[in-house]
């Protein structure tokens, strides 16, 4: 079992930046890819950014490219999700995901574990 807690999220200026940090515990996130996905309200779940195991492979969405960032420290279990340059379409509650194993994954449902979840609201 692996426990996900997000934090870092909260309200912030159009053009400003946030710092997102997922921590892990019960496990050792050293043997999961990692994900930040978005959610609004009533839609489903998107990919936002992804990093492998190794933390030599990342992986973004379209629209966040050049604007985030994403970071792992498994010596802290701790993955980070930078965003710079924020946009009110950024607004969303943003989570945390797991997926054990080397392979990285987009699609929600693959992975085995989630956060609770971070408010990100950007004002214009």
């Known amino acids: 079992q692996v426990q996900l807690v997000e934090s870092g999220g909260g309200l912030v200026q159009a053009g400003g930046s946030l710092r997102l940090s997922c921590q892990a515990s019960?496990?050792?996130?050293?043997?999961?890819?990692m994900g930040w996905f978005r959610q609004t309200p009533g839609k489903k779940r998107e990919f936002v950014t992804s990093?492998?195991?190794?933390?030599?492979?990342?992986y973004y969405e379209d629209s966040v490219k050049g604007r985030f960032t994403i970071s792992r420290d498994d010596a802290k279990n701790t993955v980070y999700l930078q965003m710079n340059s924020l946009k009110p379409e950024d607004t969303a509650v943003y989570y945390c995901?797991?997926?054990?194993?080397?392979?990285?994954?987009?699609?929600?449902?693959?992975?085995?574990?989630w956060g609770q979840g971070t408010q990100v609201t950007v004002s214009s």
């Open positions: 990093i492998s195991r190794s933390g030599k492979n990342t």
């Open positions: 019960g496990r050792t996130v050293s043997s999961y890819s």
């Open positions: 995901a797991a997926r054990f194993g080397v392979v990285v994954t987009t699609t929600p449902d693959d992975n085995d574990y």
